[in-house]
């Protein structure tokens, strides 16, 4: 018998070689679409990422700073002409004296504390009536005064020696203080530093020789410091503004905090 062969069916062709080239062209740039939407929506996940830890980051330094600030001897806080840190004097404690106990003739003396009794310790220093002007200035040591004789918890007498003091406080008012503190812009290496332990009476603009410097903040690449008087400069505000960078986020913060100047 003999056998009939028939020719296949043009249905059950394969791709051809243009075919599958235009296959793999289209595969390809839907391929790449699909890359830059992925990449895209990856980048921008790491930037938010990337911001909200610079920003909480910036926040806090923020915050601690302004802590710091507000707790500051009035008429101390000092802001460099760059704008590069702001200075300042912190309060150990405060209260009021009783004024028939203080003679501001003598250049040594013993007072009474009123009130609640304070804690002293060695190399702590009293200051009175502070206005952050010529002879009433603690940076030039007109009102800074050596707490000598006495130290511990608890006390209701203080006694100074070093000098008169040139005024006496209206409202009775003494501070107790140790050093300096100053925030830094130390922006070629990328930080905000704390530099504690600044000497008293200080010069300005200041040396920070002896002082021991800490790190508030890294990826710093922005720092600046304004101080604006209130009125009758009983008052102040300092402009604090902080940018940190970082793995292509970045963020900005400005704050402002409050000085009471009432001495």
């Not at 009175?128 to 006495?150: E, K």
């Not at 009758?232 to 900005?252: D, Y």
Request: charged share 15%.
């Amino acid at each position: 018998m003999r056998r009939v062969f028939k020719r296949p069916s043009a249905r059950l062709a394969g791709f051809t070689l243009v075919e599958l080239v235009i296959v793999i062209v289209v595969m390809a740039i839907l391929g790449g679409i699909s890359v830059s939407f992925i990449k895209n929506s990856v980048l921008a996940y790491v930037n938010s990422e990337a911001y909200f830890e610079l920003a909480d980051r910036a926040d806090f330094s923020l915050r601690r700073m302004s802590r710091d600030i507000r707790n500051a001897l009035p008429n101390s806080v000092w802001v460099s002409a760059a704008g590069d840190y702001v200075e300042f004097v912190p309060i150990k404690a405060a209260g009021r004296y009783q004024q028939d106990s203080l003679d501001f003739t003598q250049t040594a003396d013993d007072f009474t504390v009123l009130g609640e009794s304070v804690s002293v310790v060695n190399g702590d220093k009293l200051v009175i009536y502070n206005l952050g002007i010529a002879g009433a200035d603690v940076y030039n040591g007109d009102n800074i005064r050596a707490l000598a004789t006495y130290f511990g918890n608890n006390l209701s007498t203080l006694r100074f020696s070093g000098g008169t003091f040139p005024l006496p406080s209206p409202a009775s008012r003494f501070y107790v203080v140790n050093t300096a503190v100053a925030y830094v812009c130390d922006l070629p290496n990328r930080r905000l530093l704390m530099v504690s332990n600044i000497a008293m009476p200080s010069a300005h603009p200041a040396n920070f020789n002896g002082a021991n410097a800490s790190v508030v903040v890294e990826d710093v690449t922005g720092c600046n410091f304004t101080y604006t008087e209130g009125v009758m400069q009983h008052s102040g505000v300092i402009t604090a503004e902080l940018v940190l960078t970082r793995n292509g986020g970045v963020a900005r913060l400005v704050n402002l905090i409050n000085v009471v100047n009432s001495p």
